[in-house]
């Protein structure tokens, strides 16, 4: 897979991101949500409701729609069943789509639940036992709101941990402020406002470490539609999870990662540098790169005598695919042939069926002479197959970013019965989300 340079024009830049949800190149923070201890069995109460941030704009407020507190992310621990309560205080019916979780098919948006009604509606789901970092997003069915609406992160906790002093989630926005400080919502034309891009809603975030630390970052693209690359300066990074899935862990060259919306990554940072270092994070959407964020590193006593060794790469479960029978469907990115979200029909006929536990391979074309786009498969995660399907990358997806012209070959094993939606966007600010649906019977 090919890496990002930071000195790429904007087409070679999308070049290098197309079927690189990630890049054996990588990655970075900020805090998440510990929640207070709360009975066996009850639920995580979560508001959808109007509220106002303050950004970049000293003084002026910025309306949004946001779901929880102000804090990025949603924490449970413990042992399952975990539950999440969802209220909607807005005008506006929403559909809540989690990214990541599979085989949740009472969950499905749209399909199986209903949008939330405006004006108090209210759900409760009961989540699958799936440790890893997931967004919740609300903005499934976004097109005539006056402010955009704000994602969640959620971890659940489990699995490894890897030896980590701190666990950390960092969640990356775009925006486009007016004068007036009201932010404009992406499937709609901005004119030329430029993009403002936040972590964990603040336009400066510093990651300071101790030395020799491990921290644990969770790096969420929760963009409204830009795909985003990420440069660690100098900084020691290693991939452990990607979407979600553990992953084969690789050391990411020269400390870059490349995100489509809606993509998750956890990795290791090792604080190796001098104390006193301050490491640059910069962030390149295309146009070119900017420093977001600092690794600094502390001048207070070290974790340990000496940093960590990286972790013994491990397969991630399933290690291989059984690609003999599988089931071929040829699918296109091409507007016409997928419904805007907010005119999704689900009585029409699937995009394709499939019966329980069988392969399916999608070959996903983008079409000559459109945006660079992005495809999210709801349900399932898949294998991004080399083009002789004699191969595959060392870790599983739900989301995958497309060049115009580009043909990719992904596969999955259709495990979980249900009707599950499937999303394609433009990577333009006017773009509209798309949706179309398969079934497994």
């Avoid at 904007?10 to 690189?20: E, I, P, S, Y």
């Avoid at 486009?176 to 406002?193: E, L, P, T």
């Avoid at 985003?228 to 020269?254: G, H, N, Y």
């Avoid at 999608?362 to 992005?374: E, Y």
Wanted: glycine share 8%; hydrophobic share 40%.
């Amino acid at each position: 897979m090919r890496l990002l340079s930071f000195s790429y024009p904007r087409r070679r830049f999308l070049g290098a991101l197309a079927g690189a949800a990630v890049s054996p190149a990588l990655m970075a923070p900020g805090r998440a949500q510990t929640l207070p201890a709360r009975k066996p069995g009850s639920p995580v109460v979560l508001r959808f409701a109007p509220q106002s941030l303050y950004l970049h704009t000293e003084g002026t407020a910025t309306p949004v729609w946001q779901l929880g507190d102000g804090l990025p992310a949603t924490r449970l621990s413990g042992s399952p069943p975990h539950r999440i309560a969802f209220t909607n205080d807005t005008v506006q019916p929403v559909a809540m789509t989690f990214h990541g979780l599979d085989g949740a098919a009472s969950m499905e948006p749209l399909l199986a639940q209903p949008p939330l009604a405006p004006r108090g509606g209210t759900a409760t789901y009961d989540l699958p036992s799936q440790p890893g970092t997931f967004l919740i997003d609300p903005r499934l069915l976004s097109g005539d709101d006056d402010r955009p609406a704000l994602p969640r992160v959620l971890v659940i906790e489990g699995g490894e941990t890897f030896g980590a002093d701190r666990d950390d989630v960092l969640l990356i926005e775009d925006w486009k402020i007016g004068a007036d400080g009201a932010a404009q919502v992406a499937g709609r034309d901005s004119g030329n406002i430029p993009s403002l891009y936040t972590i964990n809603r603040r336009v400066s975030h510093d990651i300071t470490v101790r030395p020799n630390e491990r921290v644990r970052l969770r790096l969420v693209n929760g963009c409204q539609r830009s795909v985003i690359a990420l440069k660690f300066v100098d900084c020691a990074i290693t991939v452990v999870s990607v979407d979600s899935q553990p992953a084969e862990s690789f050391v990411a060259r020269d400390g870059q990662i490349v995100l489509a919306p809606g993509s998750r990554v956890d990795a290791l940072l090792d604080a190796t540098q001098p104390v006193g270092t301050r490491n640059d994070i910069l962030l390149h959407d295309g146009t070119k790169p900017m420093p977001i964020s600092h690794v600094v590193t502390s001048f207070s006593a070290p974790s340990r005598a000496k940093p960590l060794t990286p972790p013994v790469a491990s397969p991630p479960p399933p290690s291989r695919i059984d690609l003999k029978n599988a089931q071929r469907v040829d699918l296109s990115l091409e507007r016409g042939q997928w419904l805007p979200a907010i005119a999704f029909d689900p009585t029409l006929p699937p995009v394709f069926r499939t019966t329980a536990n069988r392969t399916v391979v999608l070959a996903i074309t983008n079409p000559p002479g459109a945006s660079a786009a992005t495809f999210h498969l709801h349900g399932h995660h898949f294998r991004l197959l080399d083009r002789l399907d004699d191969g595959w990358k060392p870790y599983w997806l739900d989301t995958l970013a497309f060049n115009p012209g580009q043909t990719q070959r992904i596969a999955f094993n259709a495990a979980f019965p249900g009707k599950w939606l499937m999303q394609c966007m433009g990577t333009k600010w006017n773009s509209p989300r798309r949706l179309g649906w398969y079934e497994v019977g």
